[in-house]
């Protein structure tokens, strides 16, 4: 498999803007995959990206440093239902996933 | 509606007794794949097919069976369960659109 780094828990306040980055080591790169999964229930997918560079959903970006082997989500104006857990994912067919992020929301 | 369909949602059984967790999913997608999830462990990949009759090993293969017979079906058989295999199970599938899980199986060995 792949080594993948995640922070284990991250706290922030509704509207604010919050980082979570990854770091990987892979002796290959195919793409990396970003899913949120909320407590019970099955991850949903946010992002993937195979190219350097940032890619902006709404609310949600992803970037990506191959040369670093780093990526991060970037989750702006934070809403409560963001309080979930965030997966980073290195592969392709082969899937190597992080432990996630837990993402706490305050009011 | 896309969605992916695992059954049962929910297994409590007993050591070596063979079982088989379903998955089905309606969006045509070649790639489908199986995941075990545990605490502090995150979601590990057991066997993953890129397409009819097309599947391989992930990360945790040993003690799990798949078979890839039809497109849309991709069941996941534990032909002797033992405990160590209590754990969360995912199966998902990913097309050009993005990728799907389906809702998890929960299953405990005694």
């Known amino acids: 498999g792949q080594n993948i780094d995640q922070p284990t828990e991250m706290t922030a306040t509704e509207g604010a803007i919050v980082q979570i980055n990854c770091t990987y080591q892979?002796?290959?790169?195919?793409?990396l995959f970003w899913y949120q999964q909320h407590a019970g229930e099955a991850p949903t997918f946010l992002s993937y990206n195979v190219l350097d560079g940032l890619e902006e959903k709404g609310r949600f970006s992803s970037f990506l440093s191959r040369s670093k082997g780093y990526s991060y989500l970037l989750l702006k104006e934070l809403q409560m239902k963001d309080s979930a857990s965030y997966l980073c994912?290195?592969?392709?067919?082969?899937?190597?996933f992080g432990a996630g992020t837990t993402v706490t929301v305050r009011a | 509606e896309a969605q992916v369909t695992q059954n049962p949602r929910y297994l409590i059984t007993v050591t070596g007794k063979k079982l088989t967790v379903t998955c089905s999913q309606n969006m045509n997608h070649e790639y489908m794949s199986w995941y075990r999830q545990d605490p502090g462990l995150g979601l590990r990949q057991i066997y993953y097919s890129m397409n009819v009759e097309v599947t391989d090993k992930g990360d945790v293969p040993e003690g799990y069976k798949v078979s890839r017979k039809e497109k849309r079906n991709f069941p996941l058989i534990l032909e002797s369960p033992s405990p160590n295999q209590t754990s969360l199970y995912f199966c998902a599938s990913r097309g050009t659109a993005g990728a799907f899980f389906g809702q998890g199986t929960r299953l405990t060995v005694v």
């Open positions: 994912a290195v592969g392709d067919y082969k899937l190597s």
């Open positions: 892979t002796s290959g790169f195919n793409g």
